[in-house]
Each structure stands twice: as C-alpha cells, then as structure tokens.
C-alpha cells in the first residue's frame, strides 16, 4: 500500500475546491453572481465619489483589483458561523445563492439546509 502524506491529501483537496467566491453563476439555479467590475462599481459608489483616481485604485488593490488582473465582486452570500456555534469554522462555513437561496457548504457541497437551520 502507497504512504501518503497528509500535505499531499490537503494539496488535493484545496485543488479540488470549489472557490465560490469565484464562480460565476449558482450550480443549482444558474442566476448570474458577477457583481461587476470592482474598480468600476468602487468609482460609481457614493461613498467613493471624492477620490482621486489614485484612491480609487489604491482603493480597489484591497479585494485583489489590479490593471493587469482585474477583478469582480461576487454576489454570492458568504455565511461564518458564531464562535460559539457547534460547526463553528474560522472563516466562511456556508455559501447561499441571492437567487434562489440554495445552501452549498464551504467546499462546494449542496444541502438542504435553510439558513435558519445552519
């Protein structure tokens, strides 16, 4: 029997991830998650309509935007779970599309869950 060491089993499963926060449209509807360009909708927001284009850019370097690999903001719900809640987990648990409320667990798995029931 071939030894295989645990780096290589979490290798594998990070390579087969789902990165929800990537995808472009739910698994289960198929409703279109892209939440537009991020510079671009950072540059139309109110919150942003003093900045110079160099904020703006600064601005959209925090979520990864960068002119040679521009990115998107996603529509997809991201969902943590309290410190204190059974599953908790250290960052995103549970993905819910906007659209028709589907529950995906954090590495891509459908439930049947609700959101109350999380």
């Known amino acids: 029997m071939k030894k295989i060491k645990v780096t290589e089993v979490v290798a594998e499963h990070v ?3 789902i990165r929800f926060s990537e995808l472009k449209n739910c698994p289960h509807c198929k409703c279109n998650w892209d939440g537009g360009d991020i510079l671009e909708c950072l540059s139309k927001h109110p919150s942003y309509k003093n900045y110079t ?3 703006l850019l600064e601005a959209a370097g925090h979520y990864g935007w960068t002119p040679e690999t521009p990115k998107n903001f996603s529509l997809v719900i ?3 779970l309290p410190y204190d809640h059974p599953n908790h987990y250290d960052g995103i648990s549970y993905w819910q599309c906007p659209e028709c409320k589907t529950v995906f667990t954090r590495d891509g798995k459908e439930t049947n ?3 109350e029931e999380l």
């Open 53 to 55: 284009k160099e904020q």
């Open 78 to 80: 991201g969902i943590e």
């Open 113 to 115: 869950k609700t959101l």
């Open 15 to 17: 390579k087969n991830t």
